[in-house]
């Protein structure tokens, strides 16, 4: 029997609020396995200098709440105002960008100290330029609270860009934190079924994430022609 368009629509609304859950649970979860799992004195020296930070799952993953914060299904702060939802999304963004800095540092120092090239790998490069991509997506945030610096631009158009190269962001951060669970630590550590799962966190963030800014913007932007 063919589906009607109400329950159609429920369907769809039940899985999309299944989906943020379970992104919801990766963002929390994913970071504290691995903050399990690089522990002082492991073979890649994730922890150089006595710093509990894995600075790519949070970097990730943090980014991961920030976006969620303007779902309307699993938003955390749903009830709130959109003021405070905007508000919680910078904190975490820059929490998020804090804690790629820093990572960026401590890995640059570990390097150093154990006279290892930098950014000699895919995974290297990436992260260093979703690194430098979220620093400059944070600064083009600015635009959005002072839109009257950008004349000739409406705010339905900034939101629109700062949208969509966030997305941009928000998966080049993942493909980096994809290829580091190829690094030779990570396969070393993290074996059989367990990599599958782990590969699995970014790509079901990064489809709720796509889902999200699509239907918030870009097909409400075709259904206005």
């Not at 994730?46 to 894995?54: E, K």
């Not at 994430?209 to 239907?215: D, E, P, T």
Request: with cysteine.
């Amino acid at each position: 029997m063919a589906l009607t368009a109400e329950t159609e629509s429920r369907l769809y609304r039940s899985l999309r609020v299944a989906a943020g859950a379970a992104a919801h649970l990766v963002a929390l979860g994913f970071p504290a396995a691995v903050a399990v799992l690089a522990r002082p004195g492991s073979s890649e020296g994730v922890w150089p200098v006595p710093i509990p930070l894995p600075s790519a799952p949070q970097f990730s993953f943090l980014m991961t709440e920030a976006l969620l914060i303007f779902s309307p299904e699993t938003s955390l702060l749903r009830s709130f105002s959109r003021k405070v939802r905007v508000r919680a999304h910078w904190a975490l963004q820059l929490l998020a960008l804090l804690c790629a800095l820093l990572g960026l540092g401590i890995i640059t120092y570990n390097k150093h100290l154990n006279g290892k090239g930098h950014f000699v790998t895919w995974h290297g490069l990436t992260g260093l330029l979703a690194v430098l991509y979220a620093g400059g997506q944070c600064a083009g945030g600015v635009l959005l609270l002072y839109p009257k610096l950008m004349k000739n631009w409406t705010l339905a158009k900034l939101k629109l860009y700062h949208a969509t190269s966030g997305l941009v962001g928000y998966l080049l951060g993942c493909a980096s934190l994809m290829l580091g669970m190829c690094s030779l630590w990570f396969t070393t550590t993290v074996t059989g079924a367990s990599w599958y799962l782990a590969m699995l966190c970014p790509l079901i963030t990064s489809l709720v994430i796509m889902n999200q800014v699509s239907n918030a913007y870009l097909y409400r932007k075709r259904s206005q022609h």
